[in-house]
């Protein structure tokens, strides 16, 4: 679970979204409004208000100074810095309104710049001093939230740090774009905001700040009866950490909150939560299903709770590990063993949630993380932040994606609501999509009554829970007997569609009779709708259409950060709405080739931003404006295109990493696109440049990287070893050299070397806690640019490859994957598997295709009537091609469109199935 993506849940019910866009008029804070003096500027820059004086010219870098505030201080807070600076003619910027500080103070923001309400830009080291000093006279004592990457000035929400005032940008030593502050040479390096205060090498601390420093370093935990041993989890709130009691030598956790952040919807902070759970605790002391308080100290303004170290394993990875769902060939009893086990386990955690509310507690924030299973099965719950008192009746304020209670549930019936949640989850784990559209609860419950032999009825009453809706049932499925639907190479039970309740998020209810593509009425189930997709040339028209309207129908051509809603990298970095991968390039792309028709409006709009970029916007392929460019001029916009080009061949892109996504790999392939379609002598020798300098940093196929940034680098199509090795390969396109092929071939035998073969046979990457098949950074990808490497190079066949490739094509026929994207999930699989066919027939000559595209269906969701798929983590939908709607739209486009559709420079159709496979490498020899 990435925690990242909860903070861009709060703006927009159905998609993710900056949370800058939602400060409230309401809540502005008044000088927002005020009037400047004479010839001040003020300037909206991101999430803040910017305010210049005349006249001052502010150094690249230097001192800065960062004011914290609390929610109900902070309109005080910034009166007495607006009344400093503005006669003084100090520059500064501020958040304008309360919901944007909430926001930036939440409890998964951001570590490293949590805290900072206002930002003041002092002249010099002198003028840092001064500020300081005056500034902290009066601020003083007044509460605030520890700001982690600064160093904080006396006892107030005063903070202070060395770093960057203007807007430039480096590569760092990992290969990214990053903000950056310029060494004594004048080189840029990355200015590092990290959770602890630094100072670069070459800045030495003034002296005025040397008391201060001293003072942070005076808290230690040395003294304590307890031995940290490692960090389990960390949020903005505060740590988590498994430790030793020095005196007894048991195990325990220590948890931790941080005074006046980590702030949830209510208004509370870490360090009220963790006094909530101590006080639940305290009252469920005895019982086994709860970890055992042992001691809560303050140390350093830090709160700590000491509990009982579980040994055991959260129920989320046990469900991993155990389901069948995932396995390419289960045993015929898998589905009746799980289904045994899981039942066992619920009425384990029913037990433990009844055991807690007999001491009238309500525990508010039960799902799959935050229930531990010891391995004699026996279960734990933990984390009791959002516990209360029966008797509040309080709203739920922390919950896990698909466990979130309605608005309306209070007390007792939020922990109903997540148990109901839960007993899906045991079986497909996708009740995230519940939030999106509850009357996915219907079709999940009929899935898994399809998938496993649990007790008829036995999900009727999450179902009714779920929904509130005294009517709703699983129903009952013909021949809902497991085996057989598990397998990737059948249709089988798990593809047959009877309909659900599938409530529009959008707008308007879905009427039984309508005919909107993508949506069919099931005979016999009470004419609900249910969303489907269906694997030939008709079933791939409506769906066609159907998310192209959803996509369509979603655009913000107003907006100048993105023009399409997607994934939370559309706002990583500027200019992320621009891209190939999550941008608006991206989403044009794949409606153009899938056939969905040109957009002059919209690509108007790409025209327009891209060649006026925010600074710091990426270079790369399918990160910035590389990829924009190969879009452009794919959609017949050749001049604008190649000025485009141009600004990036003015950048300086040698430092970049090497991969396919944002590195050299991806502009290598690019500007011999554009050699190729320009005849542009300049881009060819660019191009070769490229490849001369991702060659040097490649080493032996048993090596690592040069830039890899350490021993186990990651692999894969996007980050991996196989992007150099597509660029290889299509230079030996064009020149035939057989170097070219060798260097592919060592690229794929770096990423082949991460790669493991698992007992039943498929190939996944390694990443050691976790095995990945996907293709941005799994298996598949890779499979993809082997397949390339296969048809350029058929003879004599390279059997280690041919081995891997046919491994790897196992990978991709598993019955169940969490997410429905084309870089991390089901339409993956689908665009793998299709490039080994002739266009458009994949879904016909492949019954592994067919059923995956009829799969898709799980995770569709109704936006308006239309289809639309959940983005990365199933929190919110996503239009984008790397993670969303157009991303599937050309994964079954490749399966079922006529013309040739895939992704740029992975040309279909290439895949090389009639290569001979000797008969020992076939049966594995």
């Not at 209510?266 to 101590?278: F, K």
């Amino acid at each position: 679970m990435d925690k990242r993506y909860e903070v861009y849940c709060l703006t927009h019910p159905h998609f993710y979204d900056t949370p800058s866009s939602r400060g409230g008029k309401r809540s502005r804070f008044r000088q927002t409004r005020a009037p400047l003096p004479s010839s001040w500027t003020r300037e909206r820059v991101g999430d803040w208000l910017a305010y210049r004086p005349p006249g001052v010219r502010l150094p690249p870098q230097g001192w800065k100074i960062h004011v914290a505030a609390c929610l109900d201080n902070a309109q005080s807070i910034l009166d007495e810095v607006w009344d400093h600076c503005v006669p003084r003619g100090i520059a500064f910027k501020f958040l304008p309104d309360l919901e944007t500080l909430f926001l930036a103070n939440a409890k998964y923001a951001h570590r490293g710049s949590s805290g900072k309400f206002v930002t003041v830009y002092p002249s010099d080291e002198a003028a840092c001093e001064r500020i300081l000093t005056e500034l902290g006279g009066v601020l003083d004592g007044r509460p605030g939230p520890y700001i982690l990457s600064d160093l904080r000035w006396g006892d107030g929400p005063l903070h202070v740090r060395y770093g960057a005032f203007a807007d430039r940008y480096c590569v760092s030593a990992d290969g990214v774009v990053q903000q950056a502050v310029a060494d004594p040479s004048g080189r840029l390096v990355p200015d590092v905001r990290g959770p602890t205060f630094q100072v670069p090498d070459w800045v030495e601390l003034p002296g005025f700040l040397e008391p201060h420093l001293a003072a942070s370093r005076r808290t230690t935990v040395t003294d304590l009866p307890y031995r940290i041993d490692r960090a389990l989890h960390f949020s903005n709130g505060g740590g988590l950490y498994a430790g030793v009691d020095k005196r007894t030598e048991g195990r325990v956790v220590l948890k931790e909150a941080r005074p006046y952040a980590g702030l949830t919807p209510d208004g509370a902070d870490a360090v009220t939560r963790l006094e909530r759970e101590r006080e639940a605790l305290e009252r469920l002391r005895g019982l086994s299903c709860v970890p055992a308080l042992h001691d809560h100290f303050e140390l350093g303004g830090h709160h700590f709770l000491v509990e009982d170290f579980i040994e055991g394993k959260p129920l989320h990875q046990l469900i991993v590990e155990r389901s069948p769902l995932a396995a390419l060939d289960p045993a015929p009893t898998a589905f009746a063993e799980y289904t045994g086990w899981a039942l066992d386990v619920l009425r384990r955690v029913r037990e433990a949630v009844a055991a807690v509310h007999e001491r009238d507690v309500v525990i508010g924030d039960v799902h799959t993380f935050n229930v531990m299973v010891r391995p004699d099965d026996t279960v734990v719950l933990i984390d009791f932040e959002g516990a209360s008192d029966v008797t509040h009746a309080r709203h739920q304020v922390l919950a896990a994606p698909g466990f979130h209670a309605p608005s309306t549930a209070t007390g007792l019936d939020i922990d109903r609501y997540a148990l109901a949640c839960l007993e899906l989850c045991l079986f497909v784990p996708l009740t995230g999509l519940i939030e999106l559209d509850r009357g996915k609860a219907v079709q999940l419950a009929r899935e898994a009554a399809r998938l496993f032999p649990v007790p008829d009825g036995l999900l009727d009453e999450a179902v009714r829970t779920i929904t509130g809706d005294p009517g709703s049932t699983a129903g009952s499925t013909a021949g809902s007997t497991a085996g057989g639907s598990s397998g990737g190479s059948s249709g089988s039970a798990a593809e047959g569609h009877a309909g659900s309740t599938a409530g529009t998020i959008g707008g308007a209810a879905a009427r039984p009779s309508d005919t909107t593509a993508g949506r069919t009425v099931a005979a016999g189930a009470g004419a609900d709708d249910e969303p489907r997709l269906e694997p030939d040339h008709a079933g791939w028209l409506r769906a066609r259409e159907s998310i192209t309207s959803a996509i369509l129908a979603s655009a913000t051509p107003e907006r100048d950060d993105r023009l399409f809603p997607g994934d939370i990298e559309q706002f990583a970095a500027p200019g992320g709405g621009l891209g190939l991968a999550h941008g608006a390039a991206g989403v044009l792309y794949a409606l153009d080739v899938t056939g969905a028709g040109r957009h002059p409006d919209h690509e108007d709009w790409l025209m327009r931003h891209a060649l006026h970029p925010p600074p710091g916007t990426r270079l790369g392929l399918y990160d910035g404006l590389h990829g924009v460019a190969f879009a452009l001029d794919h959609l017949g916009h050749r001049q604008e295109a190649v000025k485009i080009l141009d600004m990036c061949l003015a950048e300086r892109w040698q430092n970049l990493a090497s991969d396919l996504s944002g590195g050299l790999s991806g502009i290598g392939l690019a500007l011999l696109h554009f050699a190729d379609t320009t005849g542009d002598a300049a881009c060819r020798d660019a191009a070769h440049r490229v490849a001369e300098t991702v060659a040097d940093r490649l080493g032996p196929a048993d090596g690592v990287p040069e830039t890899s940034g350490g021993a186990h680098p990651r692999a894969g199509l996007m980050y991996g070893s196989s992007g150099p090795a597509l660029l290889f390969l299509r230079l030996h396109e064009r020149d035939g050299d057989p170097a070219h092929l060798d260097l592919a071939a060592t690229a794929l035998r770096q990423d082949l070397r991460r790669c493991v073969v698992r007992e039943e046979g498929s190939m996944e990457v390694n990443e050691g806690y976790r095995t990945m098949p996907y293709l941005a950074d799994g298996s598949v990808g890779i499979g993809m640019v082997l397949d390339d490497y296969l048809a350029l190079r058929p003879d004599p066949p390279d059997e280690e490859f041919v081995t891997a490739a046919a491994a790897i094509r196992e990978a991709s026929r598993a019955s169940f994957y969490i997410e429905p994207g084309l870089f991390d999930g089901v339409a993956g699989m689908i665009l793998h598997r299709s490039r080994a066919h002739p266009p458009g027939t994949a879904a016909v000559r492949d019954p592994v295709v067919a059923a995956h595209i009829r799969r898709l269906g799980r995770h569709a969701c109704l936006l308006d009537g239309r289809l639309a798929f959940p983005g990365e983590q199933l929190m919110r939908l996503s239009m984008d091609l790397a993670t969303g709607g157009a991303g599937v739209a050309l994964a079954v486009g490749a399966a079922c469109h006529a013309t040739p559709t895939g992704l740029p420079f992975l040309t279909p159709g290439r895949s090389a199935p009639d290569i001979h496979v000797p008969r020992h490498v076939r049966e594995g020899r």
